[in-house]
Every structure is written in structure tokens, then in C-alpha cells.
């Protein structure tokens, strides 16, 4: 089982930065793959960002590329999304999850694992 607990989320304004960061539980968090996804009001959950567990492969949406980075501690069993050059559009709660196996994938349906999520809230 592993529990996740996300934090960093916020209010800032267009341009700005938020890092958002994951805290696993677990002793095998290496061999999770992570990501992170998104849900704007009305909207149904997109993937944002991933990073695969062992070879650290990361992947992203394309509206993010560029903007959004992806990275894991796995001393720290934390995964963090460094966002910057925010926009209005990227408003949503942020979740972050966890796969078995260290592959990672961008369908949010291969996550066995969910944190509660954190509100990002940019204003232009």
C-alpha cells in the first residue's frame, strides 16, 4: 500500500512559479513509476507530467513542455513539478500518482494510487 500526500499548491499570478511536491510512503518507491495529473472544474482529470521509476524517463502533455518539469527523489520517497511561466488555463487540482512497475504511462486508469490533491489557482 502506499499513501500519498501532496503539497505546494496555491495562488499566484500569471507568469509565476509553484513547485508542487508528492511524499510517498513505502520502502519500494524507486520501483513506482509517478505522475502528475490535473482536474479544472468541469472537466474530466488530463494527465500533466511522468517519470518512470528506475531509468527516470520523463514525459509530458505538450501544452506543459517547456514550462513544467518533472522530477523524483527516491531517497526522499518525493516526487516533485516544478511549474513555471504559469497560466490562467493551468487552474486545477493537482494529483499526484503511483503505478507498480516502474514504467510509466499517461492513462490516468494505470494509477493504483491517488494522493487527496492540491489547488492551483493562477490569475491573470
Known amino acids: 500500500q502506499v499513501q500519498l500526500v501532496e503539497s505546494g499548491g496555491g495562488l499566484v499570478q500569471a507568469g509565476g512559479s509553484l513547485r508542487l511536491s508528492c511524499a510517498a510512503s513505502g520502502r519500494t518507491f524507486s520501483f513506482y513509476a509517478m505522475a502528475w495529473f490535473r482536474q479544472a472544474p468541469g472537466k474530466e482529470r488530463e494527465f500533466v507530467a511522468a517519470?518512470?521509476?528506475?531509468?527516470?524517463?520523463?514525459y509530458y502533455i505538450d501544452s506543459v513542455k517547456g514550462r513544467f518539469t518533472i522530477s523524483r527523489d527516491n531517497a526522499k520517497r518525493t516526487v516533485y513539478l516544478q511549474m513555471n511561466s504559469l497560466k490562467p488555463g493551468d487552474t486545477a487540482v493537482y494529483y499526484c500518482?503511483?503505478?507498480?512497475?516502474?514504467?510509466?504511462?499517461?492513462?490516468?486508469?494505470?494509477?493504483?494510487?491517488w494522493g487527496q490533491g492540491t489547488q492551483v489557482t493562477v490569475s491573470s
Open positions: 517519470v518512470s521509476g528506475n531509468s527516470g524517463i520523463t
Open positions: 500518482a503511483a503505478r507498480g512497475g516502474s514504467t510509466a504511462s499517461r492513462s490516468l486508469y494505470e494509477y493504483d494510487y
